[in-house]
């Protein structure tokens, strides 16, 4: 036997043992057993002991007891305690401890004859070593104080230090015997190491730290499914908990979008150098509800199923299949066609054309369809001419930055949930283009989740994010609508981790019955400080306090006495160099104001961007012209160009013939425009008249009669000194069974070939 290692000297007192083994200075040792427990602990309440600083060993023993002489027992006492409680009822005297003594002697004794549960003898010990006795008599304090804590009684096994430290020795001896029989369901509740987060994921973030300060680090995109929920009252700090997430996130090196409705993220988004894109009725950037956005043409029908609601309110069956027919028809006077793939690639239509549409269809309508057509136009109104006319324009939108918040808490409230569904809606359309990670989080989402079946488009986008490495963190503090609406389960059940902060009384039954709760997770949510909650993570349970840095509670503190601060901290250098800025900006705006020459005659609806300065722009888009994306006959690549849209023509028509008459004007002045019945250009060369009728496809589909009544005008008219321009290739076939037909890209060698003299 190897006897390098045992102690050499054994020093026994009442209340301690000294040993020494020669080697190392002599130990300084104590036992503390467990001598009371409360009626009921929570799973894993020895953590808060386990983690406590300090060098000292916990040892249990645990033994099975007969069943059999347990019942014999339990029988007894249960009598013995019968009796005890009927003479107190007897003589007025009111005992609770003893009735509940009672029902869970009952309790226990009937789930042992049903042989549901088992019961087991356990012993406590907790040995601790120390180089003094003062720093013995120290960590003694500490734990004994932590299991006062837990309600837990210790005691020191005076004049018995050696049984205890037999004990609490790996030997498999119970010497001191301190001994309390505990059923199944108790004994699970001293396995100590219930914490899911003792192994950290290596590309995770910080979270938090849970009830015994163990770091929480995870990263969710490792998770079944990304997206999460944050639920909590107002006042919580959930705001506080999102952007210290955003910020590790952030540094982590994932994409983050911002959703905010209440305008709280712009100085988070200054800090990193992020992107903050102002949506509001009188910013500069905007999105077009019936923009497609990179959709299919078909899957933005299905789109706008959902948003039409979202904009108009409630619609009964009539006016869906009133207004479905009617954005059919908005989009084909644009071009854009269900079954012409190219066709999608069109500007698009916007709600004034949806709005001229519905008004011409009632014309054409019953009585009883034109009271329905009636109320659609009404509601439409508000979004053309009304208070919402803002949203009648043009995408103007993009974002190229890691860091993107959109902010719309400058938006009329009836109108924020129709904005977060339709930039939800444009990120995820960006976000399919790639894999990166990608973290969108919203704040106050169940306004736009309510209005929105548990079968929408919304819903399919919260489904299918994770294909595409995005993920959503949904923020809400209405959790009652929530949680018992067929929408609200859909988000939980998509969703893998759910982060409960402070509840109020009225809401936590339903958060105990959802999310199965135990009765100290109950407590913990409705006595919870600012920044503390409980972590939902798939079917792990884990009480979490939010803890930032002190750099870090800088930038995301929402304390108005500590922005006050941040905000006069600012150098009077730093400010002066902005009021510089302004003054610069404001002079440079003067300056291109005086040197603006306004002259609306010389642009015939259609101009090339960048031949007009900053105030002929401005004052332009004042008078109806938007801006397009479009490719002339001699330019390789697309523009942008003013257009100003007519009601009886569409963008790429008018764009089409402003080009052909430009490059007309290089070899002749005598050029006529039209937009009547007449030929849309007439121009003179070498002295013989000439015809060009652009055709977008609408009167092909529409009107085939007219367009033959347009051909015979023109072949006796102009012979065959005319033809049609297509804006689309595919058309070209179509219309050369009605004359000779050229698409642009054969354009110019049909006009240089009349130029020269030649037949075309």
Known sequence: MN????????????????????????????????????????????????????????????????????????????????????????????????????????????????????????????????????????????????????????????????????????????????????????????????????????????????????????????????????????????????????????????????????????????????????????????????????????????????????????????????????????????????????????????????????????????????????????????????????????????????????????????????????????????????????LLVIDESWSLLRQSSEASYIFEIVKTCRKFNLALFLINQEVEGMLDSEAGKSVLANSSYTLLMRQKPAVINTIKRTFFLSEPEVNHLLTAGVGEGILVMDDDHSEIKIIASPEEHKIITTKPDELIASHKAISNEERLDGIQENINAQKERRAARAKAKINVTKYDGCVRLKELNEAETNYLKKKGYREYNMKSLTSSSNEKYLIQKRKTEGVQHIFTISDIVKYLKSFTDKINTYQTVKPDIVFELNGREYAIEVETGKVLHKNKKALKEKVESLNKNYEDRWFFVVTDRNLRTSYAEFGKTYDKRHLIGALQRIVSGKTH
């Open 3 to 438: 006897t390098e290692f045992l102690p050499i000297k054994i020093e026994n007192t009442p209340n301690y043992l000294k040993i020494t083994d020669g080697i190392k200075e002599p130990v300084f040792n104590r036992t503390i057993y467990v001598h009371g427990y409360p009626r009921s602990v929570e799973t894993g309440f020895l953590d808060k002991i386990i983690s406590t600083m300090g060098n000292f060993d916990l040892s249990m023993h645990i033994e099975p007891f007969d069943i059999e002489t347990m019942m014999i027992f339990l029988n007894k006492e249960l009598q013995k305690q019968g009796s005890d409680l009927y003479t107190a009822k007897a003589k007025n005297i009111l005992s609770p401890s003893l009735e509940i003594k009672y029902k869970d002697t009952k309790a226990v004794l009937e789930n042992l004859q049903k042989g549901k549960d088992k019961l087991f003898n356990i012993s406590l010990y907790i040995n601790c070593r120390a180089k003094s006795k003062e720093d013995l008599d120290l960590l003694t304090k500490l734990i004994q104080a932590e299991l006062n804590s837990l309600l837990i009684i210790p005691k020191t096994p005076s004049f018995r230090m050696a049984q205890g430290f037999q004990s609490s020795s790996p030997l498999a001896m119970n010497k001191l015997k301190q001994i309390r029989s505990v059923p199944t369901e108790a004994l699970s509740a001293f396995f100590p190491f219930t914490s899911s987060f003792l192994q950290a994921d290596k590309t995770g973030v910080w979270l938090g730290q849970n009830k015994n300060n163990i770091p929480i680090i995870k990263d969710i995109f490792n998770l079944s499914n990304p997206n999460g929920l944050c639920l909590a009252s107002s006042g919580s700090g959930k705001s506080y908990m999102a952007k210290l997430m955003i910020s590790r996130y952030l540094l982590n090196g994932t994409d983050v979008m911002v959703i905010d409705p209440q305008s709280e993220y712009k100085e988070l988004v200054k800090r990193f150098n992020g992107q903050l894109i102002n949506l509001s009725p009188v910013s500069e950037t905007i999105i077009n509800p019936l923009d497609l956005m990179g959709h299919d043409y078909p899957e933005k029908r299905l789109a706008l199923l959902d948003l039409m609601p979202l904009m108009l309110g409630e619609l009964s069956d009539p006016q869906k299949a009133i207004l479905e027919r009617a954005l059919t028809d908005t989009y084909e006077e644009r071009g854009i066609y269900v079954d012409d793939v190219k066709s999608w690639q069109e500007p698009p239509p916007i709600l004034e054309d949806l709005l001229e549409v519905l008004k011409k269809s009632q014309k054409k309508m019953m009585l009883s369809e034109k009271q329905t057509v009636r109320s659609l136009i009404s509601r439409l109104e508000w979004y053309v001419n009304g208070v919402f006319s803002f949203l009648n324009q043009e995408t103007k939108l993009n974002f190229d930055n890691q860091f993107v918040c959109f902010d719309i808490g400058n938006l009329p409230k009836q109108v924020k949930p129709l904005m977060m569904f339709l930039v939800l809606d444009y990120i995820y359309m960006k976000m399919k283009k790639d894999l990166k990670r990608k």
